[in-house]
């Protein structure tokens, strides 16, 4: 690897983590304060935010966590001024709020005649409220906190944006169809900004990660007698290195997108971490 990589110094740097109250983003703020980053760890969840930043300050790092909606505009610059007072002007957002909905899901893959009569929620049963939610969690709660935040980064040098964009931007998952059409959003976005601020020296990526094992996610890809579910079989037979995701897998890409010695001429990317599965056509 990359001595340079390996090496990556964010000491005096200000971190601000949005969603930092969830298990990757969390995981994310303390891979920054390894780093030597001051971290501002942001969720709509204090308790959780603040429970990570205590973690980072026991191990020694420098941490403080903000309830933050990232949904109001008024509440992200209130919290940016309060981490601008606290740990100084940001250089490096990573826009990590996000997530899916039941109400934007439809319960099977494929439509079948039949369905609309049936007790099944298809695509014509997807709630507009749920839509609407996933979209602008996803995409508003990107915008918003990077327009509160960014400001601070304006006349400074090394200054990095990183979103959270997933393998659903790059091929659509069956039966997301919101959060799938968000995430794509998010690439795209993170194409424009990459171009909108590479004047003032402002370099923005953003990461791709494919399925990964969490404590929030379990039910999902597996039964109460622990064996995989359908679809978590389905998921490791697309993944070539068949196998999950670890959190501490994402690090690397994190600590590697926001080196301005390493990647320095990066900009505008979102890079999958996904063991293989964007690459793999199924046959």
Not at 156 to 171: E, P, Q, Y
């Amino acid at each position: 690897m990359n001595k340079n990589v390996i090496n990556t110094d964010l000491t005096g740097k200000v971190a601000v983590v949005t969603g930092a109250g969830g298990v990757l983003c969390s995981e994310f703020a303390k891979v920054l304060a390894n780093a030597g980053a001051k971290v501002a760890l942001l969720d709509l969840n204090f308790d959780a935010a603040n429970e990570f930043a205590k973690e980072i300050v026991n191990e020694g790092g420098c941490a403080k966590a903000y309830a933050c909606n990232v949904l109001d505009k008024e509440a992200c610059e209130k919290v940016a001024n309060e981490v601008l007072k606290d740990l100084g002007s940001c250089d490096i957002l990573i826009n990590g709020a996000g997530g899916n909905n039941p109400r934007a899901t439809t319960d099977k893959e494929y439509f079948e005649l039949g369905d609309i009569e049936d007790d099944t929620k298809s695509f014509f049963d997807l709630d507009k409220s749920g839509v609407e939610f996933v979209f602008n969690l996803n995409f508003i709660g990107t915008l918003l906190p990077t327009q509160a935040f960014v400001k601070q980064m304006i006349g400074k040098k090394g200054c990095n944006i990183l979103n959270i964009s997933s393998m659903n931007a790059f091929t659509p998952l069956t039966k997301i169809p919101a959060y799938s059409g968000a995430k794509a959003a998010i690439s795209n976005f993170t194409q424009w900004l990459a171009v909108h601020f590479s004047k003032v020296g402002i370099r923005v990526n953003a990461i791709a990660p494919g399925f990964f094992s969490t404590k929030q996610n379990a039910a999902l890809l597996f039964n109460e007698d622990g064996t995989p579910t359908k679809r978590t079989e389905k998921i490791i037979n697309a993944t070539p290195m068949n196998r999950f995701g670890k959190t501490e897998e994402l690090s690397g890409a994190v600590l590697f997108l926001l080196n301005n010695e390493a990647a320095s001429f990066i900009t505008g990317v979102t890079l999958p971490i996904d063991g293989g599965f964007s690459a793999y056509s199924g046959v």
